[in-house]
């Protein structure tokens, strides 16, 4: 690629959603009283925010680009000036007031909604609403299907199908807390990975809900943990073996940065590959972790990063560039719309080509099934180019940089070679 | 400090115990009926683990140095051959098969207890022994109380008075976990931390509790969370403003691994310190957080992190080298001992003596107000040289480097200065 070839960008983390009474026609007719109750709840809670804070919240609103939530047209265009050709569709697409985010709380936070009747009937409305925005333009669109897996997994299953029969390539997204229900290492959830491994779905946690009871009104608690808490059930299905079990599943977590991906590949790699625990490691782990967990990154493991920062492409050849997937968060203010040239153009100007292909696109291309050849007359209209974001086109990656980037693993064995 | 003046060393993690059935006379009469049944539990729990593991226990067992657990001659025989002169002494000596805990699990997973009055009287058991064995040797031993406080607020208040009065200066250990209990945002605790501040008495946690009913039979997952539990109440303290109420209040963690500050220090003040969300965070923090967080490490909150890796001291300018402390781990098989001398070489063979000399010692005796002229003579007498590390006595601290560690900090703004 040279300096004036356009890059085919993906974002990995957009948001899509109807304002809320809008979902109304998407819901089965036995819920509409319930979701009166609902709305009436959500509306004195946007009251509450403007009491506070209207100021901002009207400049935001202000913003026409934010009809693009549900505005298929509308969404294209903020898209193409941003330099986007494709996108995974995640639900609430308000992030300001919540106002644009599926009944009964079934979007980034379902695993709190009480009545599993309520998460799946809040879902599918969610679902369906994101099916039709997604044929409108299926090449460029990957939708997430919201399933509550936590709260009944046949239905799960049964929605899972429903969501790949229409079109809803992007995946799943599953609740990140279980609370009190089954977690997630249980096998019982293995009807739900098969059907994801089926249809070729990824199995999404997006960060948004943590345990916020337990916090008081400190913030600096909330920021503290809550990509923690949406990081957490990949490691419940790597360590318990879901990755063997269903090889060619594929696990993202999105919007929960990557940074801490560099740290917990060494220990993690050091705890099951080294030192004089590994025998009996190794025995425990049999059928669950065969290889070291560094390489189930970028196989099974993926990280939608959305707005990363400069030190998480510094730790790029750590973390894996085939883990790492850009994204610009659209519609929500902490992300880069609508300015990400600019904002890739800070983070990426020192990268090379080769690499930022894959953070900003082909890898999702891959993980989402974008068929690039249909997508490419797009990018080649609205990609920005390598001299767009200030690169050097002819810098050449470090291979050096590449091997030595995993030094812990020289002479750490594999649990499934130990025993 | 030259090539042959001998290190003062302070490990800030060693643990004590009585065989379990020993606890007994330190127990009030009334909890005897129920020790009883608490023993018989025990026993059947070690005769499981026989039954699965009698070779490697054996072998472990045998090691006359164990008894140094609960006697003090040979506890002490054990750090002068290891080159330790000071200790910090926590419960549960025998990790291998648990006998040498106190009664009732008041030790390192007390929060698991469910009845508040057992879980008070397993603690003062352990205390009372260990306000005995510290009574010793006062000059050497630095006796880390039970305190159960998410059990009863007043009686912990009642324990911590208890514990100042009989010289156990450690501090106390505080349950990892609150279950179902208080949270440790809770200015309820301000009692607690009130108390130590005034006796000068550090809060500690200390990893082994996790929330392993949620993991089924997966060591992985435990593996890949423990010390994040370990560490949690940490930041539940410091976000919710217990370090603006009490100043001089510290809070250590201990045997939980040091390398995860490093990401922690630099994404926390980021959050807090600058970017466009500084101002409305601001309001919210105010009162509760003053300061960027990682001018909190070094001042009020330690790492105890015992036998730190290669990494760990590498990053030690990023995390603080006056927040880091060294321990042996006495007598758990995970540790240094009795292999210490070879494991510090190891470990800071490259490390200035400089610094060297606070995170092997120095750092933990103004933690833990030891008496640095008492106990010269003795690590005089025990203690390793650089030489002994294999260090070059002249090497420098390279200050730029100090000052580089930290890059973010530049133009960040403390949450307390931004208002």
Known sequence: MGGDERYLIISSDCHAGLPCPEYRPYL??????????????KQADRA?????????????????????????????????????????????????????????????SAGAIADPELAFAGARAHNRFLAELCAVN??????????????????????????????LRGGILIP?????????????????????????????????????DEYGDNIGIYLAEVVWWAARPMWFLLFSGAFERFPRLKYVVTESAAYWAADMLWKWDTYLGGGHTTKKLAAQLAGKVSRLPSDYFGDNIFI???????????????????????????????????????????????????????????????????????LRPLADEIGPTPSDLGQDAGLAVDRDAVRAARWWKEGLVAPGAAT
């Open 138 to 167: 299926p090449s460029r669109r990957a939708g997430v299907a919201l399933v509550p897996i936590s709260h009944d997994i046949d239905r799960a299953v049964a929605e899972i199908e429903w969501a790949a029969e229409n079109g």
């Open 304 to 374: 939608g990063a959305s707005t990363m920062s400069r030190e998480e492409v510094r730790r790029r050849y750590v973390i894996g560039v085939g883990t790492l997937m850009w994204g610009n968060d659209f519609p929500h203010p902490e992300g880069t719309w609508p300015n990400t040239v600019a904002r890739l153009e800070e983070t990426f100007h020192d990268v090379p080509v080769e690499d930022a292909i894959r953070m900003l696109g082909s890898t999702a291309a891959s993980v989402y099934n974008f068929d690039v050849g249909a």
């Open 48 to 108: 509450a925010k403007m009491a506070e804070n209207a100021d901002y919240i009207n400049a935001w609103e202000e913003q026409e680009g934010l009809q693009g939530a549900w505005d298929s047209e509308r969404r294209d265009k903020e898209l193409n000036a941003d330099g986007v050709a494709g996108e995974v569709l995640f639900p609430d697409a308000d992030a300001i007031t919540g106002m644009e985010s599926p009944p009964f709380g079934a979007g980034l």
């Open 28 to 41: 089965d007719p036995k819920y509409h009283a319930a979701f009166d109750g609902f709305l009436a709840e």
């Open 176 to 212: 990140t807390m279980w609370h009190h229900r089954t977690p997630y290492h249980d096998p019982a959830y293995d009807k739900v990975w098969a059907a994801c491994q089926a249809h070729d779905m990824p199995v999404h946690t997006h960060s948004g809900e943590a345990p916020q």
